[in-house]
């Protein structure tokens, strides 16, 4: 989710709001997403585990950051290692949380090309 109060409207609602930097204590910088792997029926004995060993699915969630204002969510499943990214990709969308292609993407990565709608 963004912070509604740190955005600065531009006044013109076509036009992106203009974020604004704000300081963050030291810890709550990063934004956090944990991946957390099913380990129970693995161990023989009901409520043990076989330390090390998980189940290839799990749980993907965001963690809590008041400097960013982020609530976690529900985990959301991912039941191949598969799908990780495409579940990662959805818990960051789902909280309002917009990455930026840091110099090394950006050489591979380019704008989408301007559609033509003359037919």
């Avoid at 604004?20 to 693995?42: C, P, Q, V």
């Avoid at 818990?91 to 704008?111: N, S």
């Amino acid at each position: 989710m963004i912070n509604l109060s740190a955005i600065n409207w531009s006044g013109n609602m076509a036009k992106e709001p203009t974020l604004e930097a704000m300081d963050a204590d030291h810890g709550l910088k990063m934004i956090e997403i944990k991946l957390r792997f099913w380990t129970n029926d693995i161990a023989d004995e009901k409520g043990k585990i076989i330390p090390k060993h998980a189940w290839s699915k799990g749980v993907v969630r965001v963690e809590a950051n008041k400097a960013h204002g982020i609530k976690p969510g529900n985990p959301a499943p991912f039941r191949s290692l598969l799908e990780v990214g495409a579940v990662i990709e959805d818990v960051l969308i789902a909280h309002g949380i917009v990455l930026h292609a840091d110099k090394r993407t950006r050489k591979y990565m380019a704008a989408a090309p301007a559609k033509n709608n003359t037919k």
